[in-house]
Nanobody, 124 residues
């Protein structure tokens, strides 16, 4: 059974930082593209960042480029999202997801597995 478990969310002031983690189990982690997505109230789920398996290119949404960094530790089956210079508009539930392809896909419905999400709230 595949499980993705996010952690690290919370309440932070604008300009602050958070580091999200997503621990995966039940899948060959190193063979999956891992992505972070977010969903704010009343909005659709949107792509934030993806890191394909070895040899792939990391992608970021324009809204987070230069502020967020995705990384992965295949030995720990974990993907991270370091979020710096946070803004109130970054407030959302953040989800990690796994894609069995190496195609660098950024559309949520193309992902195979999802975590339960972790809330990030940025106060102004």
């Amino acid at each position: 059974q595949v499980q993705l478990v996010e952690s690290g969310g919370g309440l932070v002031q604008a300009g602050g930082s958070l580091r999200l983690s997503c621990a995966a189990s039940g899948l060959a982690f190193s063979l999956y593209t891992m992505g972070w997505f977010r969903q704010a109230p009343g909005k659709e789920r949107e792509f934030v960042a993806i890191m394909p398996r070895i040899g792939g290119i990391t992608y970021y949404a324009d809204s987070v480029k230069g502020r967020f960094t995705i990384s992965r530790d295949n030995a720990k089956n974990t993907v991270y999202l370091q979020m710096n210079s946070l803004k109130p508009e970054d407030t959302a539930v953040y989800y990690c997801a796994a894609d069995s392809t190496n195609w660098g896909r950024t559309t949520p419905n193309q992902y195979d597995y999802w975590g339960q999400g972790t809330q990030v709230t940025v106060s102004s």
